[in-house]
Nanobody, 116 residues
């Protein structure tokens, strides 16, 4: 059984920063590609950033240069450092684990609200 628990969301003013964390239970974390997705009101869920088990990262164009994804395999935790936040970043952020290329797990989501 794999469980992903996000934390760190909240309300922040434009230009501010937040750091999201996702703690994973189970034994697959170090072998999984971990991703952060978000769903804004009225929009489809989109990939924000991902990091492979080897540390290769990928970012949506809209967050490049502002967000940084990282992982600590010893703590089974993935992070998303978000800087220079704008109201367009307001969304529910979800943690995802992709194992063996097809087994996928989701967290419950954490709300990020950026006020102007």
């Amino acid at each position: 059984q794999v469980q992903l628990v996000e934390s760190g969301g909240g309300l922040v003013q434009a230009g501010g920063s937040l750091r999201l964390s996702c703690a994973a239970s189970g034994s697959i974390f170090s072998a999984s590609t971990m991703g952060w997705y978000r769903r804004a009101p009225g929009k489809q869920r989109e990939l924000v950033a991902s990091i492979t088990r080897d540390g290769s990262t990928n970012y949506a164009d809209s967050v490049k240069g502002r967000f940084t994804v990282s992982r600590d395999n010893a703590k089974n935790t993935v992070y998303l450092q978000m800087n220079s936040l704008t109201p367009d970043d307001t969304a529910v952020y979800y943690c995802n684990a992709l194992y063996k290329g097809y087994m996928t797990y989701w967290g419950q989501g954490t709300q990020v609200t950026v006020s102007s």
